[in-house]
């Protein structure tokens, strides 16, 4: 759970980064941005910023905003409705993000999970993008993501969104974000 003041404050915070990076939002855009805890109210740790462009029932692009050190979760796009689930392709736009997904892991993987919930971490194959590079997740792959020490912006392209199908590692977590008051 956040309070308004500590959404308010990664809107704000979020929108700054992405201005930083030549990325200009529409009032709109900025108004909606997506302040996701996982409902987890660690947001420091464990959060995501985002921006969605479009998400029609054909294709989705956004931008992720993470902030030093921030990680997403674990979790996987299921299948459903017919669909084999979320394909994405990440696309680092500014800093370092590193990309745990399922396969040989990594003998010394540079991020460690946050403290709290940390068993539920279970892929270990690092993938490091820095601005250009590009990775495409299959669906239904188990995979999680950190930011390096000064943050990252990482533009997201892939299939039909549906975050509240998303499965994760950690029985605790909640997509949706519930603000306090």
């Not at 941005?33 to 969605?52: K, M, N, P, R, T």
């Not at 995979?143 to 549906?162: I, K, L, R, Y």
Request: glycine fraction near 8%; hydrophobic fraction near 35%; charged fraction near 25%.
């Amino acid at each position: 759970m956040l309070t308004r003041e500590e959404l308010s404050a990664a809107r704000d915070r979020a929108a700054a980064v992405l201005t930083e990076s030549g990325i200009v939002l529409t009032p709109d855009e900025r108004a909606n941005l997506e302040v996701a805890d996982f409902g987890l109210s660690q947001l420091d740790e464990i959060g995501l910023q985002i921006v969605v462009y479009v998400n029609t029932e054909r294709i989705c692009a956004k931008e992720l905003v993470l902030f030093p050190r921030q990680t997403c979760p674990e979790h996987r796009h299921p299948p459903h409705d017919g669909s084999p689930g979320k394909e994405e392709t990440f696309r680092c736009r500014r800093g370092v993000v590193y990309l745990y997904v399922e396969g040989t892991p990594t003998a010394e993987p540079t991020c460690r999970p946050p403290a709290s919930g940390g068993d539920a971490f279970t892929v270990w194959h690092e993938i490091e993008l820095r601005p250009g590079e590009q990775h495409t997740i299959a669906p239904d792959v188990l995979h999680w993501f950190q930011a390096g020490d000064d943050g990252a912006v990482v533009s997201e392209f892939s299939t039909t969104s549906v975050d509240h199908l998303d499965v994760f590692t950690d029985g605790r977590i909640g997509r949706e974000t519930v603000i306090e008051g």
